[in-house]
């Protein structure tokens, strides 16, 4: 059984996708968690610090950004939990996957920015690539 | 703070440290030696002050990992000083801004970063990138093509290389690479030689020789105000960035003491003021770096590649510098500001245009930030001036209930004094400030005029709800509820 299931989102239409699929895995599995992982990169930090004028509303919007995420998780009555990790959004759910005896991993295929893939190689490619436990890449 | 702690900021990453240390210091020397130019002084100047002020602001800053060194912002505000009285102005402006910084930290000047709005932060930036993209210009007045050419292949490297590798920083490759292509075809084109002198040598202690007298003073100390603010605002700004892409809090007062020490330090040792850096603490962060320790070793290491490397620094194009520094520029713009201009409140997109405008055309940061700080408490304070009142008729039209909900200050009150008729016949009314509160003597003056005015017309004027600050100046300040009084005739 996949207990520990991370769902990696950014909040776009793919990770809700994928949001589906996680939902689908923990469904009929009462022990089934999933943690919401929301990755800020350096750009995204930079940004965020200086578009917002406190580390509280920093916070608030980025939880915002996964709202229709936890709903759609709420009304499957799912338990959740949500964790903002900072860092290289590939290496940084690795590390979290592997570190925290997650069962399996489902991300989607594709995040926000398209021009960012080309440029640095998709996430859910490394993700496969390097975490110790299943990964789904949903389309 | 205790040993552990200590031990913990130091020694806790240490591989980590050491390798982004490295990163940093190699990503350093070509902004080093291009924000010296854009002051007007020697690379060597720009290069010393990056050593000291790296090596200073790692034992004594407030935020571990933040890289600081010569920066942009500063080295701008820096180019009349410099033009007109020269280095040893400048070293002693440079001191001063330290001394200037100090007394701010331990006035707690971090609380004050509150006030200064989001989109005068923004402004601030793209301001800065606008400035540093400007000063590359001229570096292009009577060049030939092959400057063209090597620009264009700098930005080249500098973009594409990261697609293969991002092991080293793809600025340092496209220096290596532009100046090799330089030397080998014996171009003509400007090198960092022609633009001043580089020594081979550690910096010393010098005392700047200038006459210690009060006009010397009048004419650094605005330089070093200007200096002292932006340098502090770029510093808590990339305190922030630090703190939250580390997930850990930083001691702001702290930074600005630590910020001034380095300073001071710096302008002893013949280099010129600097600040935090959002680049070089981004990709120290990035690399790996989280304690002093990177720090440290960004400034360490960068004076041991002065020292080695010294014969080849001088043979470095100036075309390259300026590829390394429409990167620096295109990376200091904060581009979201651009697509989201739309989005936000339209005071705020004004106050950022302002704030970028001031900028550009004075060339100092520091009278843009005023600008746009200004003109958004002026936004403000029209913002919070509409008083809303609305009147209810009761008791078959003898009574009316005015309610009124808003903040009665100096710059609310004309409005809110038009909403009543004071020649509208009824007996009684009763005015109700629950949800308003009063600021000043106008807030005051307003309500004496209003009851004073009804009270000629024979209406009564009954005043609710007052909370506890209004209610105290109106005992202090108010006429309508003492005896015998009229409302003077202005």
């Known amino acids: 059984m996949f207990n520990a299931i991370l769902l990696a989102s950014d909040g776009s239409n793919h990770a809700l996708r994928a949001t589906d699929k996680a939902i689908l895995l923990a469904k009929h599995n009462p022990d089934a968690v999933i943690t919401i992982v929301y990755i800020v990169d350096s750009s995204k930090s930079k940004s965020d610090v200086l578009h917002h004028s406190n580390p509280i509303e920093i916070d608030q919007r980025r939880k915002e950004k996964l709202l229709l995420t936890e709903q759609k998780i709420k009304k499957a009555s799912i338990a959740y939990e949500v964790k903002i990790l900072h860092g290289e959004p590939g290496p940084a759910i690795v590390k979290y996957a592997n570190g925290n005896n997650i069962d399996i991993c489902v991300i989607g295929s594709r995040g926000l920015n398209s021009l960012q893939e080309m440029v640095l190689g998709s996430v859910s490619h490394k993700v496969a690539k390097r975490a110790n436990c299943p990964v789904m890449i949903v389309k | ?51 000291c002020i790296a090596v200073i602001i790692s034992f004594v800053g407030g935020r ?37 910084q100090i007394v701010m930290g331990y006035l707690k000047i971090a609380k004050f970063m509150k006030f200064v ?35 264009g292949g700098a930005l080249v490297v500098i973009y594409l290389l990261p697609k293969l590798t991002k092991i080293v920083p793809s600025p340092l490759v496209a ?15 400007r090198t960092v030689g022609d633009m001043g002198e580089l020594t081979q040598a550690l910096p010393i202690f010098l005392i700047p020789s200038i006459p210690l007298t009060l006009e010397t003073l009048m004419i650094i100390f605005p330089v070093s105000l200007a200096l002292a603010i932006v340098g502090l605002l770029e510093s808590f700004l990339t305190a922030q960035i630090v703190d939250d892409m580390t997930d850990t809090e930083s001691n702001k007062n702290k930074e600005a003491k630590g910020q001034g020490a380095a300073n001071i330090v710096t302008g002893f040792f013949g280099g010129m003021a600097g600040c935090a850096m959002i680049g070089q603490s981004v990709i120290n962060v990035k690399s790996g770096g989280n304690g002093r320790l990177s720090t440290l070793t960004a400034g360490v290491f960068l004076m041991i590649l002065i020292l080695v490397f010294n014969d080849l620094l001088v043979q470095i194009p100036m075309a390259a510098l300026v590829g390394v520094m429409i990167m620096v520029s295109i990376g200091t713009f904060d581009w979201s500001s651009l697509t989201t201009i739309h989005l936000m409140p339209k005071s705020d997109a004004v106050v950022m245009i302002v704030t970028v405008v001031t900028v550009v055309w004075t060339h100092d940061l520091s009278k843009g930030v005023f600008a746009g700080i200004i003109l958004s408490a002026i936004f403000f304070a029209a913002k919070i001036s509409k008083v809303d009142v609305k009147s ?42 629950k949800n308003a ?36 100046l109106i005992k202090k300040r108010a006429v309508y509820n003492k005896e015998n009084v009229k409302i003077a005739n202005h």
């Open chain 2, 117 to 151: 709005p989001r989109s005068v932060m923004i402004g601030f930036v793209n301001a800065l990138a606008i400035l540093i993209f400007m000063a590359q210009l001229e570096h292009f007045v009577g060049e030939s093509w092959q400057m063209y050419a090597m620009v």
């Open chain 2, 1 to 51: 703070m205790n040993i552990e702690s200590i031990k913990q900021n130091w020694f806790g990453n240490v591989k980590g440290d050491v390798l982004a240390g490295m990163v940093v210091a190699l990503a350093l020397i070509p902004e080093a030696i291009a924000f010296s130019i854009i002051a007007g002084v020697d690379p060597m100047v720009g290069l010393y002050a990056s050593f």
């Open chain 2, 392 to 433: 209810i008729m009761v008791e078959g039209g003898k009574k009316k209930i005015y309610h009124v909900h808003g903040q009665l200050f100096f710059a609310s009150v004309t409005d809110f004094v038009n909403c009543f008729d004071f020649k509208e016949d009824i007996d009684m009314i009763d005015l109700d400030l």
């Open chain 2, 437 to 472: 509160h009063l600021w000043d003597d106008s807030a005051v003056g307003a309500i004496d005029k209003i009851v004073l005015k009804y009270k000629e017309n024979g209406t009564i004027v009954h005043v609710l709800g007052l909370n506890e600050d209004s209610s105290t």
């Open chain 2, 175 to 189: 220096i290596i690479v532009i100046t090799i292509v330089a030397i080998y075809t014996g171009s003509e084109v």
């Open chain 2, 64 to 100: 571990p990992a933040m890289i600081s060194a010569a920066t942009g912002a500063m080295a701008l505000l820096m180019v009349t000083l410099v033009a007109d009285y020269g280095l040893q102005y400048l070293l002693a402006a440079t001191i001063l801004t330290g001394i200037i």
